[in-house]
C-alpha cells in the first residue's frame, strides 16, 4: 500500500483543529476578536493546499532516469507513516 502524506495531513489538521477550538474558548476579553470560523476554515484550506504535484514529478523523472535509489531509512520512515495513517481510520 502507498504512503500518503494528504492521510498525515488530515490527521495534522484534526490536531490543529482541537488545539486551536481549546485556545479560543479562554479567549472573551474584547481586544482579542478573532472569528473562530475563519481560523478552522482558513486552517484547513492551508493544510489541504497541493504541495505534492512537484513531488511526484520529480520522483517520477527520477524513476525513469533509472536514479530513484530510495535508502532503508526512507522504506522505513513510509512504512511507520503507512502504519500511523492506517490506525487513524
Given amino acids: 500500500m502507498r504512503i500518503s502524506d494528504t492521510e498525515v495531513k488530515k490527521i495534522l489538521a484534526k490536531s490543529v483543529i482541537q488545539d486551536i477550538e481549546s485556545l479560543m474558548e479562554g479567549i472573551d476579553d474584547p481586544q482579542y476578536e478573532i472569528d473562530p470560523q475563519m481560523v478552522k476554515r482558513l486552517t484547513r484550506e492551508i493544510i489541504e493546499m497541493p504541495d505534492r ?36 481510520r
Fill in 53 to 88: 504535484d512537484d513531488f511526484v514529478a520529480e520522483i517520477k523523472a527520477r524513476i525513469e532516469k533509472g536514479e530513484y535509489k530510495p535508502t532503508g531509512e526512507e522504506i522505513a520512515d513510509a512504512m511507520i507513516r503507512r502504519s500511523i495513517a492506517d490506525r487513524v
